[in-house]
């Protein structure tokens, strides 16, 4: 069993940044992939990024080249840097994890979930 927790997100302008960050606690000592999601209002949870344990990482198209995907080991927390965020960044951010090293990107894939943080971006 794996608990996370999100933390992080806020009210930014548009082109600005945020960092959010997820601490995971539980059975963290064996090979796990984390993920990042979002949920717009109205709109299907949509995949974002993930990274192994390994550090192997993989992105949704749109954010390529503005957010980044991190983990410390030790601490057992992800990170996801967000840069140059645009108002269709706005979204519910969910951190979630699954045991093994394949970068699933379905959310049915992914067995625990952190309560989500908000992310606004105005325009």
């Known amino acids: 069993q794996v608990h996370l927790v999100e933390s992080g997100g806020g009210l930014v302008q548009a082109g600005g940044s945020l960092r959010l960050s997820c601490a995971a606690s539980g059975r963290t000592d064996s090979n796990y992939v984390m993920a990042w999601f979002r949920q717009a209002p109205g709109k299907e949870r949509e995949f974002v990024a993930a990274i192994n344990y390994s550090g192997r990482t993989t992105y949704y198209e749109s954010v390529k080249g503005r957010f980044t995907i991190s983990k410390d080991n030790a601490k057992n927390t992800v990170y996801l840097q967000m840069n140059t965020l645009k108002p269709e960044d706005t979204a519910v951010y969910y951190c979630?994890?699954?045991?093994?090293?394949?970068?699933?990107?379905?959310?049915?894939?992914?067995?625990?979930w952190g309560q989500g943080t908000q992310v606004t971006v105005s325009s």
């Open positions: 979630a994890a699954r045991y093994g090293s394949i970068l699933y990107t379905g959310r049915t894939q992914y067995d625990y």
